[in-house]
């Protein structure tokens, strides 16, 4: 039987994969490509822009609190955007993007200020 390419080359293939995803760039491409997964629709150009604003925002849009990137606790650093439409929105820390209850938060906030 005829190994493939991936067969044949198994081993160093996975080792440059797990390499690449230690670098900047290919923790990026991670993350776009979960957000795409999840229904983000955006341009190159746009994608990077909202991929820069994740990585630096320091507060949640929402709240204010101090933004995490844990990836475990309500203060993880998260990208929101419109289920529907598949427009990003902004960025917000996990507590606020749990079933869209910035929303009413930010109704909330607004009718006090
Ligand atoms: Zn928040």
Do not use: P
Not at 15 to 30: A, L, V
Not at 56 to 83: A, E, F, K, N, P
Request: with cysteine.
């Amino acid at each position: 039987m005829e190994l493939t390419y991936y067969q044949k080359n198994k081993d160093t293939l996975n080792f440059k994969r797990r390499e690449y995803r230690k670098t900047d760039e290919g923790k990026k491409r991670k993350k776009i490509d979960k957000w795409i997964e999840r229904g983000l629709i955006a341009t190159k150009e746009e994608m990077e822009f909202i991929y820069l604003t994740w990585k630096s925002q320091y507060h949640c849009s929402v709240c204010g609190v101090i933004l995490t990137r844990d990836g475990q606790s309500g203060t993880t650093c998260c990208m929101d955007h419109d289920h529907k439409t598949g427009e990003y929105r902004q960025i917000l820390c996990k507590a606020c993007n749990c079933k869209d209850s910035w929303i009413k938060k930010k109704k909330m906030l607004e009718s006090i200020i």
